[in-house]
């Protein structure tokens, strides 16, 4: 077992072919006070990913080259979970990491599993902080609808975790390195690739100009109370750099595309702002971890004020655009 | 068709919940069936239904949990739906297990029922709303070495018997895929694949009494030192309630509730 601060890390690299979003940076940031870390991309690393490797001190990305009955696989059939947890594992014995760790999605909670499964190594979803308790690794988790805060150990080497987007501010390294691209060659287990991709199909638009919903530091979200009109919400989002989320009442009306919630998307974001949202317990298991929490509503009684910092009892038809529109002249009047 | 559909007896999700000595403390008369497994039952039973009547007579939707004895709970709610049999998995050993010997002792148990006839799916909800890891499904598919189906918003079965393939759409995270592999596979069904339908009077008047059938570790081969908090991975070292938030600073919008909120923002610094 090693000593604080000489782990090896292992991050794996989502959208390596574009460049790394603010989660995948923390991930680094959160390894470095760890030991040494490593990147593990799906595909080429773009220019701008290589950069940004260097910038945060990354030295080595492994670039998985996956084969399948000696046929090497490429394309949809790469971002299958089983092949992505062979993938790490393969990485994971080649680097011989302490901890891998992944940003908080679906799919990558459940390569994770796998990859746990792979490895024997402990496994911790949704961690909101990571550190080195000496003899193992220790990680933090908010639960119960971010009521109570959990730590625990991690009783195995390796260690496999996702963390949660805003966990800590992406810092550069101290000092930038060139970062090297290495092959990461393995053939995958015939279970692996024993589901097919019949289709895949990326959604570029997806809050094109927006920050990702799972990963903004400011979110608005607009529930049943805005009537199928999110323009109130969208306004206030874009005065504040935020990104729009809904409930998923909103979403099934066909009002907006992606819901918080315990089924949908978690958030902790700096600054959660919820217009005509009740802040029923499925939404709230999704949002409560939020550092400030801000609810716009009619109803005095609304369950979301109970764990709200600030709120207006008002209609929001009114309340978010005379508030983007101060934010907006604040904005303008500081330059 | 025999569908295995693995469900959790979880608290109300509006009860209060906490931890005692590293574990989660739950009531027994708080408990449910975990929601979102509702749905995994649901899509057992249309799959079955759907089935050519010759077919269906001999088909069969098995419920199966890994818990203490108040998680027949759960089991009944599902005989109510329409599930076929009911088996609970429970033995003091399984205490304080992590996913990994949750996955193990859920696998065991379908091998069992595969050795008593072909198992052609397991289908699971898309996580349970205690713990919300949502990773189980996926580790039933590893230990199971089956294929996995996962986080499916929509479930398809063709073929002939002995010959089928599920077929899944899941969108997640701005990606849509569709996804097909052979039976036997492992499917989680997300709350959009379905509406679970009401209980049935007459089956809930017969629930009452059906038996639910209770295997134990030894019955299912499963080394006890493998589960439970001798085979967890992690621990628990600390657990603490979070202190209450204090009390929101409420506005009244009486025309000037938008400068307000703008002005508590830039107060705050978080614009
Ligand atoms: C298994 C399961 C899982 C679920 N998962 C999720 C989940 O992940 N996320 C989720 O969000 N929901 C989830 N739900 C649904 C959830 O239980 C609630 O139904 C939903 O969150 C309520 O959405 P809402 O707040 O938009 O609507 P409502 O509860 O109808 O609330 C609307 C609010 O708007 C207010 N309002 C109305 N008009 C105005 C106005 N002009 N100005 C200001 N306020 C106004 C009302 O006072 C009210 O408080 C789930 C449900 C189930 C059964």
Same mark, same amino acid.
């Given at each position: 077992?090693?000593?604080?601060?000489?782990?090896?890390?292992?991050?794996?690299?989502?959208?390596?072919?574009?460049?790394?979003?603010?989660?995948?940076?923390?991930?680094?940031?959160?390894?470095?006070?760890?030991?040494?870390?490593?990147?593990?991309?799906?595909?080429?690393?773009?220019?701008?990913?290589?950069?940004?490797?260097?910038?945060?001190?990354?030295?080595?990305?492994?670039?998985?080259?996956?084969?399948?009955?000696?046929?090497?696989?490429?394309?949809?059939?790469?971002?299958?979970?089983?092949?992505?947890?062979?993938?790490?594992?393969?990485?994971?014995?080649?680097?011989?990491?302490?901890?891998?760790?992944?940003?908080?999605?679906?799919?990558?909670?459940?390569?994770?599993?796998?990859?746990?499964?792979?490895?024997?190594?402990?496994?911790?979803?949704?961690?909101?902080?990571?550190?080195?308790?000496?003899?193992?690794?220790?990680?933090?988790?908010?639960?119960?609808?971010?009521?109570?805060?959990?730590?625990?150990?991690?009783?195995?080497?390796?260690?496999?975790?996702?963390?949660?987007?805003?966990?800590?501010?992406?810092?550069?390294?101290?000092?930038?390195?060139?970062?090297?691209?290495?092959?990461?060659?393995?053939?995958?287990?015939?279970?692996?690739?024993?589901?097919?991709?019949?289709?895949?199909?990326?959604?570029?638009?997806?809050?094109?100009?927006?920050?990702?919903?799972?990963?903004?530091?400011?979110?608005?979200?607009?529930?049943?109370?805005?009537?199928?009109?999110?323009?109130?919400?969208?306004?206030?989002?874009?005065?504040?750099?935020?990104?729009?989320?809904?409930?998923?009442?909103?979403?099934?009306?066909?009002?907006?595309?992606?819901?918080?919630?315990?089924?949908?998307?978690?958030?902790?974001?700096?600054?959660?702002?919820?217009?005509?949202?009740?802040?029923?317990?499925?939404?709230?298991?999704?949002?409560?971890?939020?550092?400030?929490?801000?609810?716009?509503?009619?109803?005095?009684?609304?369950?979301?004020?109970?764990?709200?910092?600030?709120?207006?009892?008002?209609?929001?038809?009114?309340?978010?655009?005379?508030?983007?529109?101060?934010?907006?002249?604040?904005?303008?009047?500081?330059? | 068709?025999?569908?295995?559909?693995?469900?959790?007896?979880?608290?109300?999700?509006?009860?209060?919940?906490?931890?005692?000595?590293?574990?989660?403390?739950?009531?027994?008369?708080?408990?449910?069936?975990?929601?979102?497994?509702?749905?995994?039952?649901?899509?057992?039973?249309?799959?079955?239904?759907?089935?050519?009547?010759?077919?269906?007579?001999?088909?069969?939707?098995?419920?199966?949990?890994?818990?203490?004895?108040?998680?027949?709970?759960?089991?009944?709610?599902?005989?109510?739906?329409?599930?076929?049999?009911?088996?609970?998995?429970?033995?003091?050993?399984?205490?304080?297990?992590?996913?990994?010997?949750?996955?193990?002792?859920?696998?065991?148990?379908?091998?069992?029922?595969? /050795?008593?006839? @072909?198992?052609?799916?397991?289908?699971?909800?898309?996580?349970? %709303? !205690? *713990?919300?890891?949502? =990773?189980?499904? +996926?580790?039933?598919?590893?230990?199971?070495?089956?294929?996995?189906?996962?986080?499916?918003?929509?479930?398809?079965? /063709?073929?002939? @018997?002995?010959?089928?393939?599920?077929?899944?759409?899941?969108? %997640? !995270? *701005?990606?849509?895929? =569709?996804?097909? +592999?052979?039976?036997?596979?492992?499917?989680?069904?997300?709350?959009?694949?379905?509406?679970?339908?009401?209980?049935?009077?007459?089956?809930?008047?017969?629930?009452?009494?059906?038996?639910?059938?209770?295997?134990?570790?030894?019955?299912?081969?499963?080394?006890?030192?493998?589960?439970?908090?001798?085979?967890?991975?992690?621990?628990?070292?600390?657990?603490?309630?979070?202190?209450?938030?204090?009390?929101?600073?409420?506005?009244?919008?009486?025309?000037?509730?938008?400068?307000?909120?703008?002005?508590?923002?830039?107060?705050?610094?978080?614009?």
């Amino acid at each position: 077992m090693s000593t604080p601060g000489t782990r090896t890390v292992l991050v794996l690299l989502d959208s390596a072919g574009t460049e790394l979003r603010s989660p995948v940076l923390e991930l680094i940031t959160v390894g470095r006070s760890l030991g040494r870390v490593e990147a593990v991309a799906l595909e080429a690393p773009s220019v701008d990913v290589l950069a940004q490797l260097g910038a945060y001190g990354v030295a080595l990305v492994r670039q998985a080259e996956p084969s399948s009955g000696g046929e090497v696989v490429t394309g949809d059939a790469l971002h299958l979970t089983p092949v992505v947890a062979e993938v790490l594992a393969a990485a994971t014995r080649a680097s011989d990491a302490d901890a891998v760790l992944l940003t908080s999605s679906f799919p990558n909670k459940e390569a994770a599993a796998r990859l746990a499964f792979l490895t024997e190594a402990g496994l911790v979803i949704d961690a909101s902080a990571l550190t080195d308790g000496g003899t193992h690794l220790v990680a933090d988790k908010r639960v119960f609808a971010g009521s109570w805060d959990v730590r625990s150990e991690i009783v195995t080497d390796p260690a496999v975790l996702t963390l949660r987007a805003n966990s800590v501010v992406p810092q550069p390294a101290e000092v930038a390195v060139a970062t090297e691209v290495g092959a990461l060659r393995l053939e995958l287990s015939p279970a692996a690739t024993a589901t097919r991709v019949v289709s895949r199909t990326v959604d570029e638009s997806a809050g094109a100009g927006r920050p990702a919903l799972g990963e903004a530091a400011i979110v608005v979200a607009g529930g049943r109370g805005t009537n199928g009109d999110f323009g109130p919400v969208t306004e206030l989002a874009d005065a504040l750099g935020a990104a729009v989320g809904a409930t998923r009442d909103a979403v099934y009306e066909g009002w907006h595309d992606q819901f918080v919630g315990q089924t949908g998307v978690t958030v902790a974001p700096r600054l959660y702002i919820g217009a005509g949202v009740s802040g029923a317990p499925h939404h709230r298991g999704g949002m409560q971890a939020s550092q400030v929490i801000v609810a716009v509503n009619n109803d005095p009684e609304c369950p979301l004020f109970e764990i709200s910092d600030f709120a207006v009892v008002g209609d929001l038809a009114d309340v978010l655009p005379q508030a983007a529109e101060v934010l907006r002249e604040h904005r303008s009047s500081q330059g | 068709m025999r569908i295995v559909v693995a469900v959790k007896y979880v608290p109300d999700i509006h009860a209060d919940r906490g931890f005692e000595g590293g574990r989660v403390v739950r009531r027994a008369d708080e408990g449910t069936l975990n929601e979102l497994d509702e749905n995994a039952v649901e899509a057992a039973l249309r799959l079955k239904e759907a089935l050519p009547e010759a077919e269906r007579e001999t088909s069969e939707v098995i419920v199966l949990t890994v818990a203490g004895p108040d998680a027949d709970g759960a089991v009944r709610r599902s005989y109510q739906l329409g599930a076929d049999r009911g088996v609970r998995v429970s033995d003091d050993a399984i205490a304080g297990s992590d996913y990994f010997g949750t996955a193990r002792v859920l696998a065991a148990a379908v091998r069992r029922l595969a /050795d008593e006839a @072909p198992v052609d799916l397991v289908v699971t909800g898309m996580a349970a %709303l !205690d *713990g919300l890891g949502s =990773v189980v499904p +996926a580790l039933l598919s590893a230990e199971l070495d089956l294929p996995q189906l996962t986080l499916a918003g929509k479930l398809e079965v /063709d073929g002939e @018997p002995g010959a089928r393939t599920a077929r899944v759409t899941r969108e %997640l !995270d *701005g990606v849509e895929e =569709v996804l097909e +592999a052979p039976l036997p596979a492992v499917v989680s069904v997300t709350d959009h694949a379905n509406d679970p339908r009401m209980p049935n009077f007459k089956l809930i008047m017969a629930a009452r009494t059906r038996p639910v059938e209770a295997w134990s570790l030894a019955d299912l081969g499963v080394d006890p030192a493998l589960v439970g908090e001798t085979g967890a991975r992690s621990r628990v070292t600390d657990a603490s309630p979070r202190p209450p938030r204090p009390d929101a600073e409420i506005v009244v919008d009486k025309g000037e509730g938008g400068r307000a909120l703008a002005e508590f923002l830039i107060r705050n610094d978080l614009v």
